[in-house]
């Protein structure tokens, strides 16, 4: 018996610009205080998904999302332009190196804590892709957040 979950509100975005990994956290020294901070391409990634995040809520009163949540996450990064061609443009494809997906997901669930959903233990099922764009297409990051019901008594992976 496959169990298919109900859908509740969803709210979904597009940011543009090339996907932020979340950097390690870095520390300072102040009056013999050690202070942790978030690097400055981190934060500012941050920033520019949670405008974004807040501007798609707005539709929905701003309330955001209760019970258990399912994650969704494209990431498409830019092709080097080294891999350029002139007669054939590629297309798009799996991209196999850094930054790592985990790392991605991280910087986009921090930024839509508190404002897509109250705590990010309320996400129990994720389903992302990291690509590299085709040949003249944008960098992107594409998010949806779906509410969704409780599950019956068999769950697949």
């Known amino acids: 018996m496959k169990c298919v979950p109900s859908m509740g509100r969803k709210v979904a975005f597009t940011v543009s610009g090339e ?8 520390f300072s020294n102040r009056g013999g205080f050690v202070r942790t901070y978030d ?5 500012n990634a941050k920033d520019h ?3 974004a995040a807040s501007e798609a809520m707005s539709q929905l009163e701003g ?3 209760e019970g ?20 054939t443009p590629r297309q798009r494809e799996w991209r196999v190196k850094k930054p790592d997906l ?3 997901l991280k910087t986009v669930k921090d930024a839509c804590s508190k404002v897509v959903y109250l705590d990010d233990s309320q996400i129990v099922r994720i389903t992302t892709e ?14 949806s957040f779906e509410e969704i019901s409780q599950i019956g008594t068999e769950s697949s992976p």
């Open 49 to 51: 998904i949670r405008f």
């Open 68 to 87: 258990p949540i399912h994650f969704k996450a494209q990431f498409g990064i830019e092709m080097p332009k080294s891999m350029a061609r002139k007669r």
């Open 130 to 143: 990291k690509i590299q764009c085709a040949q003249g297409e944008a960098p992107f990051t594409k998010v």
């Open 19 to 26: 996907p932020v990994a979340q950097g390690r956290p870095r």
């Open 63 to 65: 309330k955001p999302l």
């Open 102 to 104: 985990d790392n991605l």
């Open 39 to 43: 690097p400055a391409k981190s934060r």
